[in-house]
C-alpha cells in the first residue's frame, strides 16, 4: 500500500537468525548454456553504494541496510558489487551531485546508490536513489515507511525495485521460504525469508508435517499433516490463519503439488491400493485419477504451462522421472542416468527439471531439460542433497543437503555456483518451498 509517497510494509513480528556463507561446487560442462540463468561475473553491471546516511541515534542501522542491500543485489547476478571510497563531500548527508556520482563513474561504476534513512514518530522513512554513473542524473527514487524491526523487508523492497528498473522483472528478495523443521522435536512447518532471516513457526501440531507447498497466487501452503493420525493434506491461509483438510481419503495422502492456475492440486495416494496420483480442484472436490499401473507414483511437478505433470515412479524398477499430460496421458519416462532419481520440481520458465539423483552412492542435485537431451549435475561434496525447489525468477535453488550438519537448507545459482547455507538451527530441515512472489 501506497500512502504519503510511502510504501508501508506490513506489520509482522518476526524471529531472527544468522546468514553465513557456504562454499559451493561448479556445474557440469555445458550447464550454464543449458540453465542460461547465470551472468558471468564480467558481464554484470558494476554498482556501488555511495553512502548510507543516518542520524546519530539510527547509526547502528548503516551497516546492516549496507549488507541487506549488497547480498540482494549479488544474488540479482545482475549486478557486479563496487566498494567506493567513501567522498568527503557526503559527510554532511546531502545528496550525491551529478559531478560526484560522474566521478564515481569514471572509478567503474555504472550504477550508483545513495540511502537517507531518518526517524518519522515511531517508524523508519527510508529513501532510496538509484543514479546513472555516466551521467550522473538519479534514474530511480524510492521512499518506504515501515517499523524498526521491518528495516530488512523495506531493504529488501528497495532491492527488488532496482532489479526491476534494470531488468524488467522483479527480484526475489522479497519472497520467502516454507520448509519442515525439528526445531522443537516434532516436525512443524516455519517460514522464513528467502536469505535465511526472520524464521518463525507456522504451525503447531505437535506431530509429524511435510512436503509444503505455495499456491501460485502465494495465499495459501498447502502440506501433508499427521495431525488428525493418519496422513491428511491441509491448506493454511496465509491471511487469516485458516486451517482445513483439503484431501483426506482412507489411507496416504501425500506430496501436494498445485497446478500454475490454482485451481486444481496433484497429489499422491494409497487410495485404490498402490500410491498413484490423483487430482482433486481448489475445494478437494472432483476426484480424478491420473496414473493407473501397479507400481508408486508420486511426488506431482506442473510444468508452468500447466499442460503436463513430472512425477517419480518405480514402474521400471527403481525409482526415476517420469512425465505425463496433466489428464494423465502420454506417460513416458525421463531420466535413464542413475538407478535412483526422485522429487522433480519444474523451473518457472519451463526449460529444465531438477531433482535429486544418487551419484556414486550419495544423493545430489541435478537437472535435465523436459525433453530429456541435456543433464547437469549441480551439487557435489559431502552429504546428502535433496528436495530442490526453484526461485520464482528462475535464476536460484534452494535444497536440503547434510553436509555441514544433520540436515539445513542451502541456496545456490541454478547453474550450482555460489552455495550459500541458510539454516543454522541444529535441527533437522527439510522439504523447502520457495514462494511464487
Known amino acids: 500500500m501506497i500512502r504519503d509517497g510511502f510504501f508501508r510494509i506490513p506489520r509482522l513480528a518476526w524471529a531472527v537468525v544468522l546468514l553465513l556463507a557456504g562454499s559451493g561446487v561448479g556445474p557440469s560442462e555445458g550447464a550454464d548454456v543449458f540453465l542460461g540463468v547465470t551472468r558471468s561475473e564480467a558481464s554484470r553491471i558494476p554498482l556501488g553504494l555511495l553512502h548510507v546516511v543516518t542520524p546519530s541515534d539510527l547509526a547502528r542501522h548503516s551497516s546492516e541496510i549496507r549488507t541487506v542491500l549488497e547480498g540482494d543485489l549479488r544474488r540479482s547476478q545482475v549486478f557486479r558489487m563496487v566498494h567506493p571510497p567513501f567522498y568527503p563531500e557526503l559527510a554532511g548527508g546531502g545528496e550525491p551531485s551529478a559531478d560526484l556520482v560522474k566521478k564515481a563513474g569514471r572509478q567503474d561504476l555504472q ?42 523487508a523495506i531493504v529488501h523492497r528497495f532491492s527488488d525495485e532496482i532489479v526491476f528498473q534494470y531488468t524488467g522483472e522483479r527480484g526475489v528478495a522479497g519472497t520467502r521460504v516454507v520448509f519442515s523443521s525439528s526445531l522443537t522435536g516434532s516436525k512443524e512447518l516455519y517460514l522464513m525469508d528467502y536469505d535465511g532471516y526472520n524464521v518463525r513457526k507456522i504451525t503447531n501440531d505437535r506431530g509429524l508435517n511435510l512436503s509444503p507447498t505455495w499456491s501460485p497466487d502465494g495465499n495459501r501452503i498447502s502440506y501433508t499433516s499427521y495431525r488428525g493420525g493418519t496422513p491428511a493434506i491441509y491448506t493454511l491461509d496465509m491471511a487469516t490463519g485458516r486451517l482445513w483438510k483439503m484431501v483426506g481419503f482412507p489411507g496416504l495422502n501425500i506430496s501436494p503439488s498445485w ?74 519416462r525421463l531420466t535413464f542416468s542413475g538407478g535412483y532419481n526422485t522429487s522433480p520440481a519444474w523451473s518457472p520458465k519451463g526449460t529444465a527439471i531438477a531433482y535429486a539423483c544418487r551419484v556414486d552412492g550419495r544423493l545430489r542435485i541435478c537437472a535435465i531439460s523436459p525433453d530429456g537431451a541435456k543433464l547437469a549435475q549441480l551439487t557435489a561434496g559431502p552429504g546428502e542433497d535433496e528436495s530442490p525447489s526453484w526461485s520464482p525468477d528462475g535464476k536460484h535453488l534452494i535444497f536440503s543437503s547434510t553436509r555441514s550438519s544433520r540436515g539445513d537448507l542451502f541456496m545456490m545459482n541454478a547453474d550450482g555456483t555460489e552455495v550459500e547455507r541458510l539454516t543454522f538451527s541444529g535441527a533437522k530441515n527439510n522439504s523447502p518451498s520457495w514462494s511464487p512472489k
Open 111 to 152: 550504477a550508483a546508490v545513495w540511502i537517507s534513512l531518518m526517524a518519522k514518530g515511531e517508524d523508519l522513512a527510508l529513501e532510496g536513489r538509484v543514479y546513472d554513473g555516466k551521467t550522473g542524473q538519479m534514474v530511480m527514487g524510492k521512499r518506504y515507511l515501515g517499523e524498526a524491526k521491518h528495516l530488512r
Open 259 to 332: 497446478a500454475p492456475s490454482g485451481g486444481e492440486l496433484a497429489f499422491a495416494s494409497t487410495l485404490d491400493g498402490p500410491t498413484q496420483i490423483y487430482r482433486v480442484d481448489r475445494e478437494g472436490r472432483e476426484l480424478r485419477r491420473l496414473t493407473v499401473d501397479r507400481s508408486d507414483n508420486l511426488s506431482p511437478a506442473w510444468s508452468p504451462s500447466g499442460a503436463e505433470i513430472a512425477f517419480t515412479s518405480n514402474r521400471g524398477g527403481g525409482p526415476q522421472i517420469y512425465m505425463m499430460n496433466a489428464d494423465g496421458t502420454n506417460v513416458r
